[in-house]
């Protein structure tokens, strides 16, 4: 009699994780869709899920439910300016507080569904979502960039009666607004978001911050 090998046995483990990168990415793109068009109370895992072609579990499985899809959508976006500041915050070279407000610019512009969400659902009465967008933006990004702030002013490289927070809320005003009123500001000052748009934007924020809106010497 011919001894079989053993049958292998099916892991019950992870999913390959090319499999786990689409199924994240599928769920991520389906939740940033429904959110915006009928917000976010108004649309359950399943929708979600049904949209991505995965199943509830999934959302449990990778995010923890609904809110952790959110979290992880407002995360991915911010990974890169909050690695901005924490260089600048990082190097003892005196830091270019323009590069921060580029950085936010470059991340409005190239995320527009941003503003659409933050609309409905930050800033709106009750909005469903304010509570966690103020613990990541005002508890994790904003300090950063206050530390960063307020050394460049005790440093002599910004003005040395400016206050850090108003400094912050004029930051945050050239960055945000022009995309946030986006079907104002388009159609009133020409706003756009394409990168050459948004490079001279990022050119007369550096002079902006840099000089003020100061008369050069010499000229009347």
Do not use: C
Not at 75 to 89: E, H, N, P, Y
Not at 112 to 120: D, E, N
Not at 210 to 219: L, M, Q
Request: charged residues 25%; glycine residues 8%; hydrophobic residues 45%.
């Amino acid at each position: 009699m011919v001894n079989k090998p053993p049958r292998r046995r099916r892991s019950r483990g992870r999913p390959p994780k090319a499999a786990s990168d689409d199924v994240r990415h599928a769920l991520l793109a389906a939740a940033r869709t429904l959110f915006l068009r009928y917000g976010y109370r108004a649309v359950s895992s399943r929708q979600i899920a049904a949209a991505a072609g995965a199943n509830t579990a999934m959302i449990r499985y990778y995010y923890g439910g609904k809110a952790g899809l959110y979290r992880e959508m407002l995360d991915g976006v911010l990974q890169g300016l909050r690695a901005r500041i924490d260089a600048l915050q990082a190097s003892s070279a005196p830091a270019d507080v323009s590069e921060i407000v580029e950085g936010a610019q470059r991340l409005w512009a190239g995320n527009p569904w941003i503003a659409g969400f933050v609309l409905r659902e930050v800033l709106t009465p009750e909005a469903p979502m304010r509570s966690m967008f103020l613990r990541e933006i005002g508890g994790r990004i904003l300090p950063l960039v206050e530390r960063v702030v307020t050394r460049e002013i005790e440093a002599g490289r910004l003005g040395e009666d400016l206050d850090p927070k108003l400094t912050m809320l004029s930051m945050v005003s050239l960055a945000v607004f022009p995309f946030l009123a986006f079907q104002v500001t388009s159609r009133v000052f020409g706003v756009r978001l394409d990168d050459a748009y948004v490079e001279n934007l990022g050119r007369h924020t550096r002079a902006l911050l840099a000089r003020g809106f100061k008369v050069a010497e010499g000229r009347s």
